[in-house]
């Protein structure tokens, strides 16, 4: 009798300790099932955050342990669907979180509280719409003043919602909790800013949709630099399967360029390949074949690059939407492509032209492209947009990246740097990005993105 008084008394804790772990993570159901983004933060793990440096950002308080939110659960970060990047944190005590922005009316960084269906909201530094009910805070923007009744109506969804219609119930889920790190991702590639995309898409069928190709990763901060461990992956099955084989053309980078990446460039990207493959990859990815458009109107781009065999660094000092301007330096195999340059003079396209500027060096000008390129004595591929650039692309930087960012390159198989310091001005998310990342990390000035 005993035993079984035990056994009951044993099922009993055991059904209470399921049943709270379930309410635990029903914050979770106020995440849209169709973000196209989502990062999960430990806030006890991640050693950026273990004094919740991104609530004391968000909310402007020092007294989190009475502001409502329960610092025991993980953050999300989202984006949704329409473009727009949120926050969502379980609410532990509605009364408190009310008395914490009650007191940010005070301090002139937040609107009043309304009410609306049972969800109080407030608007957070005349962007970020904020709302929350017992069991969730949802703070959602940039959204202009003029659209914050549209949002606060799409939240008011989001916080009733239940789990069918949640980010718990997708596939994008599922893959983030089986991602074991203190910060993980799991991303549509389409969730990136414009100009990144390309990269990540290389080795996905060419009719495929950026919304089906996924990138899943771990985050870290050191010095500055965030890390980002990540994979290209996708749930269909024809796309996967091209994407794994395609993993398979990338060797270790012996970090032959990595010294020749000065410290201002906006992008780069490092690899180890044999050019006969990899040219597939580059033919099916309508990004980067409208990134060499210009120069391969006159240039035979696709056999210069089946003749690289070791190490290719594409690098972008600098970007905008009427200047493009890209060095590429690699090692070849052989240079018997310089025997069409001939060619190439007679085919020029009108306005165009090409001209000797060194022993086995030819620049082309159209009046809009500049690409000046070569083969040196030791038979490597150098290029840049004008003649001096060409030339540093394949030596040393009198003012090289830091030797930590070296060395990371040179673990990797295919490595993309980004300093965040060249983006000036506004650039699309960037700016938001920025903005969103400091709270968490501190100021960073480079994101690495690291093929595993």
């Not at 301090?107 to 709302?131: D, H, I, P, Y």
């Not at 414009?194 to 898409?201: D, G, N, R």
């Not at 591929?381 to 003012?399: D, H, L, M």
Request: with cysteine.
């Amino acid at each position: 009798m005993k035993m079984k008084k035990q056994f009951i008394t044993f099922l009993t804790v055991l059904l209470v300790f399921l049943l709270s772990s379930c309410s635990n993570s029903d914050y979770l159901n106020s995440i849209p099932r169709n973000s196209t983004a989502i990062v999960e933060i430990d806030m006890g793990e991640v050693s950026g955050v273990k004094n919740k440096t991104i609530l004391k950002a968000l909310l402007h308080v020092t007294n989190l342990d009475e502001s409502g939110i329960d610092l025991g659960s993980n953050i999300f970060l989202f984006e949704t669907v329409d473009g727009n990047l949120g926050l969502c944190a379980r609410v532990s005590d509605a009364g408190d979180l009310e008395k914490t922005f009650n007191e940010l009316v005070k301090k002139g960084t937040c609107t009043e509280l309304k009410e609306r269906q049972g969800v109080r909201f407030s608007m957070m530094n005349n962007a970020w719409v904020a709302g929350f009910n017992d069991r969730a805070l949802l703070v959602v923007g940039p959204v202009a003043i003029s659209a914050r009744t549209e949002m606060e109506g799409k939240l008011t969804t989001f916080l009733s919602q239940d789990e069918e219609h949640s980010i718990k119930s997708s596939p994008m889920f599922d893959k983030l909790d089986s991602i074991s790190a203190p910060i993980a991702m799991v991303a549509q590639v389409q969730a990136l800013p414009e100009k990144f995309i390309a990269p990540f898409t290389l080795g996905a069928p060419k009719d495929s949709d950026p919304s089906q190709v996924l990138i899943a990763a771990e985050m870290s901060v050191n010095d500055g630099c965030l890390d980002i461990q990540g994979t290209t992956f996708s749930f269909n099955r024809r796309i996967e399967e091209s994407l794994r084989q395609s993993a398979h053309v990338y060797r270790t980078i012996k970090g032959r360029y990595v010294d020749c990446l000065p410290e201002g460039a906006m992008m780069a990207m490092f690899m180890n390949v044999d050019g006969s493959q990899y040219i597939d990859l580059l033919r099916r990815n309508s990004g980067f074949q409208a990134l060499l458009a210009g120069v391969n109107a006159a240039i035979d781009m696709d056999n210069i690059i089946k003749s690289v065999d070791g190490d290719l660094a594409i690098m972008i000092p600098t970007m905008s939407d009427d200047d493009l301007r890209i060095s590429m330096s690699a090692e070849l195999a052989h240079s018997k492509w310089l025997a069409d340059v001939s060619y190439w003079k007679q085919s020029c396209p009108e306005g165009g032209r090409i001209t000797d500027w060194g022993p086995n060096a030819y620049s082309y000008l159209n009046g809009k492209t500049s690409f000046f390129f070569g083969v040196s004595p030791d038979n490597q591929f150098y290029s840049g947009s004008s003649a001096e650039e060409a030339k540093r692309s394949i030596v040393p930087s009198k003012n090289p990246t830091s030797a930590l960012l070296r060395t990371k390159i040179k673990e990797g198989k295919v490595v993309m740097v980004v300093n965040l310091q060249a983006f000036g001005g506004d650039e699309g998310m960037l700016p938001t990005l920025k903005n969103l990342i400091r709270p968490v990390f501190g100021d960073v000035n480079t994101i690495v993105y690291s093929m595993k």
